[in-house]
Each structure stands twice: as C-alpha cells, then as structure tokens.
C-alpha cells in the first residue's frame, strides 16, 4: 500500500516556466513533509519542508502549498531552469518517529 | 567538509558473496539510516539507528545486518548476495528536527 503518491512520474517544462509536482497521502497522523531533490548519481538532497500548521512555505524559486483537508501537497518550482532538472521526492512522516515514507518520485526535465 | 559519506561508491560481486558497505557522518547527528533504492527509484527506509541503538528495522532479510560502533558510524554487512540485493544503498542521518541528510549512495551489483 502506497501511503505517498505522487504524481507526475515525469515532467518536461520549458526554461523559465512552473513546475508542479503533486503528493497526496493517506495517513492523517502525518504531520512533517519534507521534498527532496535527486542528481544522477547523488544521494536526495532536502529542497524544503512544510509541517500541517501552515499551508504554503517558500524558499526561493520553490513552495510548498499544503491542503490538510484534501491530504494533499504540491512543490512549485517557479523560473524553471535547466539545472533544476532532477528527480524530485515527496515524503512524509508521523510524530516521534525519524521514518520518513517516500513518494515514488518525479523525474524533471527543463529545457532552455 | 561536513557530510555523510559512505564507502565503497560501487561495488560488483558475484552471487552468494558476503560484502559490507561503510557509513560515517560527522554531522553531529543522533539517528542514523540505511535506505534501499531500486531500479524504478522507489526509496524504502531498511534500518535506522539512535545513539547506536536499533530503532526501525523494516521487514528486511536477515542476511542484512546493520552494526552501529558509535553515533557517528553506521556499516550495512550483507550475507550470500542475491541477484535482488542490487539497488543502491543509501545512508543517512538526522537530528531532532527530522531533516535527513543523505550520503552519495552505494551501486551494489550482483551478478
């Protein structure tokens, strides 16, 4: 059973546009949702987190909108650039706990 | 340079083999992990440790065996390899606020 899905598996966005990748989870105990980004041949790196008391958080070019009714999260990646292109990961976790579930991933590729 | 590396970055073997993989972080960290990838990038925690002591172990053979010496040190050894094992093997570490800092990774290929 998926407790995170993401979507889409892959994203192409030309240079310059938005970039949106989905998550929605299941479990409502959840409450830490981090994104992470992924280089070929690197380990996922932490983009941004949000936790359920706020409902968007931005880091420069990248928010995090967050919808706790809907048990859904999205990452927006503003001016998109050909070095954002990268496998991007949602995930989330439960209180007292450092496991984090991760989404199976979004492959983005910008093009200038 | 802070950061958790890992050893080795590749490492081929053949079937049935034992192998380990290194992991040290001088992040200052409390938790440490190990985290599984396959070939359709699905990440999955296998193991993780707090101040050397197990605290996840996921539904993980028992030829996967993680040893903590101490809190900055977390080694995965691996009994009699399986053609499945291959994925790359990913440590990391946290601290309390749960942000988890992962190595470069460990392409294991079995053949």
């Known amino acids: 059973q998926q407790q995170v899905k993401q979507s889409p598996q892959s994203l192409i966005v030309q240079k310059g546009g938005i970039s949106i990748i989905n998550c929605a989870y299941e479990?409502?105990?959840?409450?830490?949702f981090p994104w992470y980004q992924q280089f070929p041949g690197k380990g996922p790196a932490l983009l941004i987190a949000i936790r359920p008391d706020v409902s968007e958080k931005k880091e420069g070019r990248f928010t995090i909108s967050f919808n706790k009714s809907a048990k859904q999260f999205s990452l927006h990646i503003m001016d998109s650039q050909p070095g954002d292109s990268a496998t991007y990961f949602c995930?989330?976790?439960?209180?007292?706990?450092?496991?984090?579930?991760f989404g199976t991933g979004t492959r983005l590729q910008v093009f200038p | 340079d802070t950061a958790v590396s890992q050893t080795p970055k590749y490492l081929v073997t053949q079937m049935g083999n034992d192998k380990s993989i290194k992991c040290e972080q001088n992040l200052g960290h409390d938790t440490m992990y190990w985290y599984k990838q396959d070939s359709k990038k699905f990440l999955k925690i296998m193991f993780s440790?707090?101040?050397?002591?197990?605290?996840i172990n996921e539904t993980v053979p028992n030829r996967f065996s993680p040893k903590s010496p101490d809190k900055a040190h977390l080694n995965l050894h691996i009994n009699s390899l399986e053609l499945g094992d291959s994925a790359v093997y990913f440590c990391?570490?946290?601290?309390?606020?749960?942000?988890?800092?992962f190595g470069q990774g460990t392409r294991l290929t079995v053949v």
């Open positions: 995930a989330a976790s439960w209180p007292n706990t450092d496991k984090l579930i």
């Open positions: 990391a570490s946290s601290h309390r606020d749960r942000d988890a800092f």
């Open positions: 479990n409502t105990a959840f409450d830490y």
């Open positions: 440790y707090n101040n050397k002591e197990l605290i």
